[in-house]
């Protein structure tokens, strides 16, 4: 009943909102954007204006200053095995006015969804949580200029290795 609630009143949202949230999502803050639209943090990730949903487990990096957020957003590539293949795509910024609570929301969730980072060779190996799903995925993020084959091979092992480690069900 919550769920359709939600749906129906957007509570939380601005009216002006078109994006659907899915299942028991809920919004933890929200701030407009100078030029229109909104940026909303929600319990599976961030919404862009647009509206698009990033999941948490796709923001490699966010920071806050002066009136404005940054985003730098992964794009899944691919896989190595069990691992999935990130690239960063470019900073986006957006200045918020009126910022509310989501730069702590932001930095909060972003920051909680890093289980492990290690920096290896050509790349980070970064075990996160993904909202809304059980468990962990283990993401690789070549360096600029890495041999992104070679990482793709020590990936998949790495990927093995880990799911080696894991209980039989």
């Given at each position: ?31 407009p ?82 289980k ?41 092992d ?12």
């Amino acid at each position: 009943m919550t769920a359709l609630w939600r749906r129906l009143f957007k509570q939380g949202l601005p009216a002006d909102f078109t994006g659907e949230l899915v299942g028991d999502e809920s919004v933890l803050a929200q701030a407009p954007v100078r030029g229109g639209g909104h940026l909303i943090a929600t319990t599976l990730g961030l919404w862009l204006p647009g509206p698009r949903r990033v999941g948490w487990h796709l923001v490699s990096k966010a920071t806050w200053g002066g009136s404005a957020l940054v985003v730098v957003e992964a794009a899944e590539e691919g896989t190595a095995g069990d691992a999935v293949v990130l690239a960063d795509l470019p900073p986006q910024r957006f200045v918020l006015e009126e910022p509310g609570k989501v730069p702590e929301v932001v930095h909060a969730r972003v920051t909680a969804s890093f289980k492990s980072k290690h920096h290896v060779g050509e790349a980070w190996y970064l075990q996160r949580k993904v909202p809304g799903k059980g468990g962990v995925v283990l993401q690789v993020r070549p360096d600029p200029g890495a041999d992104v084959e070679a990482v793709r091979v020590i990936a998949a092992d790495v990927a093995a290795k880990i799911g080696d480690l894991k209980p039989a069900e």
